[in-house]
Each structure stands twice: as C-alpha cells, then as structure tokens.
C-alpha cells in the first residue's frame, strides 16, 4: 500500500489523543491546557482529547487538572503510581485506546519544551499517510537554543547511541518525545518488548515501532528548556537508556552476537596466555618489571591474532573483499588500539565529569569500546554493511 493512497485513507475524520504525562507539572500544566485548546480549535478535520497521565504528584497537579476540567470538555485525568516515564505512557495509551477510542497518539512533554504549535504539522503527516510524525531537533529548522554545550553533548552522544548501535538510522532525532502515532500501527507492537521504565522508552518505542514497519516522518522541532519546575532526567535513566541502546542492537544482530562470543573468549586467551608466558616462558631469562610488562603484552598480541582469526573465518565467513588477510589483520590492529582510547576517554569523561563510580564508568567504556570496535570493523576492516 503507498503513502500516497494511505494519505487518501487519512483524511477521514479523526479522534487524536494528546497524551501529557505529569510528575509536579502544576504551574506548566496551568499555561500548557488553554495553550493546547487554542492550537486545536484551528484544527477542524479532526476531533481532539487531551488526557493527562499524573504519577500522584505531590505538588497537586491532579487538582489544577480538575480544575481546568471545568472549562475543558475534553480534558481527561487518569492517576497512578509513580513508575516511570515509560509506565506512564503505557498507561495513557491504553486509556486512550480503549476509553478514548483515539485513532492517534500524540505524546507530548508537560513541561512547556514541546511547543503545541506543532500539533499540526504532526497532524499534516499523519494526514499525508505516515504512521509516525516525530518533531526533530536534529533537521532543518530544528533547534535547542537554550542548550550549554554540556546538554547538547549529552543529547547528540545518546542520539547517536539510539541511531547507530540500536541501528535505526533513518532517523535523525531518536530521542525525541514529541511525536503522534497511528493507533493502528501502535497495535501491532508487543507492550511486553516495552519493558524500560523510563527516558529509554521513547528510544524503544520507535524501534518497536520499525519492528511492525511504520513509515516514519520528521517535522523540525524548536526545543526550549522548561521554564518551572526541575528535570524529570535522572542518571539512573541514562544507564537505562544507554544499556538499552545496546540490548536492541544485540536483539536485531546475529553478527554482533558473534563478534561478542568471539571477544569474550578473547579474554580467556589473553589471561591464559599472559599466565604461561609469566610463569613458563619469560622466567628463563630472569623476573622482572619487563617480564610483567612483556607477559602482558604477549598476551594482547595473541589474543588480537585469536580474534581476528576466529571473526575473519566465523562472524564475517562469506564476506567478499579483495584485500589480503594481513592488511586486514593491520586494520583489526588499530581498531583494537583505538578501542582502547576510547575506553579510558569514557571513564574518565564519566568518572569525572558526572560523578559516576570508577568501576561503573569502567565497565561503561568497555561497553562503548566493544560497540566502536564491531562497528568500524564492519564499515572498515571487513567493508560490509551494517546489519
């Protein structure tokens, strides 16, 4: 079926559900409703509810919302636990599916960063047959104005996190909440695959989303700071969505499964090899501080050999190149050297510049090294397509 005969089956009348979910949102939540009111009044083809998604906020946002109530026929309030972005969201959908009967889902931030202006050009690209319309800092004519270089840093690594190694590279603003969803195309995605609580549920929606085969459009999002109240972002939800980034690479990649059993054996080798040469080999000349360091360096040299040989023969059997093995193996060799960079610049970026544990930060850059490394061994050393 094309977009351009889904777009003809769009211009039907339909229910839009604009999902707002709250945690202390009262004075946002009080500018934001009669603001959304007016931008959809503009809009006549369809019809809209507004429903807000509050974890029990302690700072009464339920009661401005019931408030609002009063003027507003169509704004909806369900309460619940504090769980979690994502559980929110979850919950909102449901509610706006069944209760609602919504045809589309708009998410949306309370806090005042997503601009309802917008609701309409999300709307003209679900009305042009699109499944999902993002609003995208990352296009032209999108913007973060308000952002230090800290938070544009911090935004541009997890975007790239959720593009490349979760591999949805179509998309240039992953990590965008400001979206609108067919229903439809929302049905087919298993809730269960949705298991992430928090700022990595949007990165895991869209993938789910691609999973079913939405077709997808970016409109440009200008994003502003939030003016009251303080960020819902906490560490624990750059953990989440960082290690969740590389749970849906592994899910969609039988090759980096590989690449991965092939490096951590790689390990094993390595210590058994440092082992021997420490205690067998070297000793014949005399210990020393060189024999340590010439162990250890045995060890890397053989274990990088290992590796290479096993990925050449195993995970990248059947891929053509002209280049002779030994070039490649020259490759393997800088990739490997490069992945150790890599893996001390993260600890100490994190370490030091958010406060992380030593051994967590540790830990990270091994992870972000691994992935650096499969991934510029796949475009470089073996020249294939990413999977």
């Known amino acids: 079926m094309t977009c351009s005969y889904l777009g ?12 707002l979910p709250t945690y202390n949102e009262k004075e946002n939540i009080e500018i934001l409703i009669p603001k959304l009111e007016v931008e959809i009044k503009n809009i006549k083809k369809h019809d809209f509810e507004i429903l807000v998604v509050d974890d029990n906020s302690p700072d009464n946002t339920a009661s401005a919302v019931n408030q609002l109530q009063k003027q507003y026929k ?20 449901s509610y706006a599916i069944d209760k609602l009967k919504a045809d589309v889902l708009i998410m949306m931030d309370a806090d005042l960063s997503h601009p309802p202006e917008l609701i309409a050009e999300l709307m003209k690209g679900i009305d042009e047959g699109y499944d999902l319309v993002i609003g995208s800092r990352y296009v032209k004519g999108g913007a973060t104005p308000d952002w230090n270089l800290r938070r544009r840093v911090i935004s541009k690594v997890g975007n790239s996190f959720a593009r490349i190694i979760a591999g949805m590279y179509k998309i240039h603003d992953c990590t965008s909440g400001y ?9 087919k995605v298993n809730t269960k695959n949705l298991s992430t ?18 077709r997808a459009k970016e409109v440009p999002l200008v994003f502003y700071d939030r003016k009251y109240g303080d960020t819902k972002l906490k560490s624990k ?23 991965a059993a092939v490096g951590g054996s790689g390990i094993f080798v390595n210590l058994g090899i440092f082992t021997l040469a420490k205690n067998v080999l070297y000793p ?39 280049e002779h093995i030994l070039k490649k193996l020259a ?3 800088i990739v490997a050297l490069t992945s150790v960079v890599i893996n001390n610049a993260v600890l100490f970026f994190l370490h030091i510049g958010f406060g992380l544990t030593d051994v967590v930060a540790k830990f990270i850059g091994i992870i972000i090294a691994f992935i650096w490394n499969y991934l510029l061994n796949v475009k470089w050393t073996w020249r294939e397509k990413i999977q």
């Open 8 to 19: 003809i089956l769009g211009k039907h009348r339909m229910k839009i559900a604009i999902i």
């Open 74 to 93: 169509n704004l909806h309030l369900v309460s619940g636990e504090k769980k979690g972005l994502g559980v929110a969201y979850l919950r909102g959908a």
């Open 179 to 187: 979206r609108a969803i067919r229903t439809s195309v929302y049905k």
């Open 197 to 214: 609580k928090g700022y990595a549920f949007i990165s895991t929606l869209l993938y789910e989303l691609f999973s079913v085969g939405a």
């Open 237 to 259: 939800d750059m953990m989440e969505f960082f290690f969740n980034s590389f749970r849906l690479r592994f899910k969609s990649s039988k090759r980096m499964i590989k690449f």
């Open 284 to 322: 014949l000349y005399g210990r020393t501080n060189m024999t340590l360091l010439a162990s250890s360096l045995t060890g890397d040299e053989i274990s990088i050999i290992y590796n290479f040989l096993l990925n050449h023969y195993w995970t990248f059997r059947g891929v053509t190149s002209k």
């Open 331 to 333: 490759k393997f060799h």
